[in-house]
């Protein structure tokens, strides 16, 4: 069996990253429907394809990489369309609000016939790693964010 690489990239929406990933048999429930749960990871999937696209490593240390060192605020899905079976599935990321120390993402998760499934906002907060207090983003991971994402498409 041949399967399609997946890729990630800019979308043909400006201001949208848009990452290619596929659901598999594992990740369906007992009716063959994608199970709600998954569309979490997903999501994160997406979000480190963004990361690492934009030169943002898990392997860099903290000193190398000080954006790394945040936590999931939140996390909200609007599910809309059973996904049935298996197969691709492109998710759809754009910034939503960028803060001092938080940000937040918008998300959709699109079929193959271009139909959404699921859609949301994941939140998340740049930590201190020493005091777990909130610390602002740096300068390279704002700039990376803007320039691939375009400004913030909410204000709150």
């Known amino acids: 069996m041949t399967e399609t690489p997946l890729r990630s990239g800019p ?22 429907i994608l199970h709600n749960a998954r569309y979490a990871v997903h999501v994160e999937r997406a979000t480190a394809a963004f990361f690492e ?3 943002f490593t ?3 240390s ?5 954006d790394k060192f945040h936590a999931v605020r939140r996390f909200e899905v609007d599910l809309e369309l059973p996904y049935l079976g298996t197969g691709p599935l492109d998710v759809d ?3 939503d609000h960028l803060g001092s ?7 959709r998760c699109v079929g193959p016939r271009g139909q959404t499934h699921a859609s949301g906002l994941r939140s998340v ?11 602002p983003w740096t300068d390279r991971w704002r700039e990376a964010h803007l320039s691939v994402l375009g400004p913030a498409r909410s204000s709150g």
């Open 101 to 107: 120390t938080s940000l937040r993402y918008g998300f």
């Open 125 to 135: 907060v740049k930590l201190n790693p020493k005091t777990f207090r909130p610390e």
């Open 11 to 32: 979308s043909t929406e400006p201001g949208t990253f848009r990452h290619a990933t596929r659901v598999f048999f594992d990740e369906l429930d007992p009716m063959g």
């Open 62 to 66: 903290i000193e190398d990489n000080p």
């Open 93 to 95: 990321l754009w910034l």
């Open 53 to 55: 696209s934009n030169g």
């Open 58 to 60: 898990w392997e860099a």
